[in-house]
């Protein structure tokens, strides 16, 4: 094995994570290393199974990672935003002086920091891939303030850039698109087939209920399928590129034509006011999704006007991926409908 190249692969039990993890297991050039919190774990034991090299790191422990980088050749690395606010919550961690969901995008910052200090540190290293995001902040011009879980992102790869320039020329960023999952299993995005006093719908209509506008075209992504082949390009490729990665480049309502394709269930989009109450948001967290959605719209997900992007076309040996509605086929349409 000594012959083989390593890949360290930071979130390897997450959607990106197991697809850069996926991908590589099937290359027999390569071993993988995967990193989680708890090698314990049913996913982590199921990957040393597969012939995954587990091993223990925290992000919020740079030694960990330290230790868990030693010898790689290309490290991987994705936080975890929303996991980070979920812990939060839990914690009951919520003060008057600091939004909860800022705290988890500082959070997510430091382990980030941490991660990219540990892989500056390996001698051999030849490609570095941060998933990462737009900075919404500069790229509205402080019109938008409150998207914390892009915001922090982006702040992370301008700090390999500012503190780690050896690390920088050895770099490339992934921004993944709208995750297709989202709007299969979170509850406060998938269809729902309602009948009350804001919302009549006696045909069994499957509804899409959204602040977002509907027509303006965005990147999607199956991130727990796309990851990993976007993440090999990127890595046999010449480092420096900032892509912007998607199966499809699309509007929300031909997503959703393409999951009625799929279910064979009658679909919409239904644009609710910014104003109306989201049971499933607090306040903090609904202002900094609207604002994301407005952001899209006027800005672009991947920020149009950011020079450095390039789109999955650009490649030099793009991809092959499956189309939405391929995705959507997959899926239980039966449990979607019950949650």
Request: charged share 20%; net charge negative.
């Given at each position: 094995m000594a012959d083989k190249k390593l890949i360290v692969v930071v979130g390897s039990t997450g959607n990106q994570g197991s697809s850069v993890v996926n991908t590589f297991l099937k290359d027999t050039a390569w071993r993988v290393r995967g990193l989680t919190r708890n090698p314990a774990s049913s996913k982590a034991k199921a990957l040393?199974?597969?012939?995954?090299?587990?091993?223990?790191?925290?992000?919020?422990?740079?030694?960990?990672?330290?230790?868990?980088?030693?010898?790689?050749?290309?490290?991987?690395?994705?936080?975890?935003?929303?996991?980070?606010?979920?812990?939060?919550?839990?914690?009951?961690?919520?003060?008057?002086?600091?939004?909860?969901?800022?705290?988890?995008?500082?959070?997510?910052?430091?382990?980030?920091?941490?991660?990219?200090?540990?892989?500056?540190?390996?001698?051999?290293l030849e490609r570095f891939i941060l998933s990462t995001l737009s900075n919404v902040t500069k790229w509205s011009r402080k019109k938008y303030t409150h998207v914390y879980h892009f915001d922090l992102k982006a702040r992370a790869s301008a700090y390999v850039e500012e503190t780690h320039s050896a690390l920088w020329a050895k770099t490339s960023l992934f921004q993944a698109g709208l995750f297709l999952n989202t709007y299969v299993e979170s509850p406060n995005f998938i269809p729902h087939k309602v009948n009350n006093d804001i919302f009549q719908n006696e045909d069994g209509i499957a509804q899409f209920i959204t602040t977002m506008a509907a027509d303006f075209k965005l990147p999607w992504i199956a991130a727990e399928e796309d990851?990993?082949?976007?993440?090999?390009?990127?890595?046999?490729?010449?480092?420096?590129?900032?892509?912007?990665?998607?199966?499809?480049?699309?509007?929300?309502?031909?997503m959703v034509q393409a999951f009625q394709e799929a279910s064979e269930t009658k679909s919409e989009v239904v644009v609710v006011p910014r104003s109306q109450p989201n049971e499933f948001l607090p306040p903090d967290l609904k202002l900094e999704i609207d604002e994301g959605f407005l952001y899209f719209e006027e800005f672009g997900y991947e920020a149009r006007d950011d020079p450095t992007i390039i789109h999955p076309k650009d490649l030099e040996e793009p991809p092959k991926l499956e189309t939405m509605e391929q995705y959507f086929r997959k899926r239980d349409f039966s449990q979607i409908f019950s949650t």
């Open positions: 040393s199974a597969r012939g995954v090299e587990v091993v223990q790191a925290d992000m919020d422990d740079i030694s960990s990672l330290s230790a868990a980088f030693r010898d790689a050749n290309a490290i991987f690395v994705v936080s975890d935003f929303w996991g980070i606010y979920g812990a939060l919550v839990q914690q009951n961690k919520h003060t008057s002086e600091q939004r909860l969901n800022l705290l988890a995008g500082e959070s997510e910052l430091q382990q980030l920091k941490n991660a990219i200090d540990a892989a500056s540190q390996v001698p051999g990851t990993g082949p976007f993440v090999k390009v990127l890595i046999q490729e010449k480092p420096g590129k900032n892509l912007i990665a998607y199966r499809e480049w699309a509007t929300l309502r031909e």
